[in-house]
């Protein structure tokens, strides 16, 4: 069974930014799509930036050109580099995993981590 723990969040000023890692145990995460979500209070969980097993990327327009995945095999990680973060990013994040095809689609992902919070403020 695949697990995934995240890690990395925590409160950034405005400009600022933030890596958040992804960790997986279980299984190797090189066979899986990666999807990262956010979800903002009172907001439905959005797809931020999806990667499938080969490596294609669909970052959302709104992160689009700031944020950045990346995978570590080696370490069965994946990660997210956040940058030129905005009041606007501030969420809690999620990482998720699925077997096949990478989409943003939240409903399409089986495995998901606990969620960490990014709170970007001044």
């Known amino acids: 069974q695949l697990q995934l723990v995240e890690s990395g969040g925590g409160l950034v000023q405005p400009g600022g930014s933030l890596r958040l890692s992804c960790a997986a145990s279980?299984?190797?995460?090189?066979?899986?799509?990666i999807g990262w979500f956010r979800q903002a209070p009172g907001k439905e969980r959005m797809g931020v930036f999806c990667v499938s097993s080969g490596g294609n990327t669909n970052p959302a327009d709104s992160v689009n050109g700031r944020f950045t995945g990346s995978r570590d095999s080696a370490k069965n990680t994946v990660y997210l580099q956040m940058d030129r973060l905005k009041p606007e990013d501030t969420a809690v994040y999620y990482c998720?995993?699925?077997?096949?095809?990478?989409?943003?689609?939240?409903?399409?992902?089986?495995?998901w981590g606990q969620g960490t919070q990014v709170t970007v403020s001044s």
């Open positions: 279980g299984s190797t995460l090189a066979h899986y799509a």
């Open positions: 998720a995993a699925r077997p096949g095809l990478a989409t943003c689609d939240p409903h399409q992902y089986n495995y």
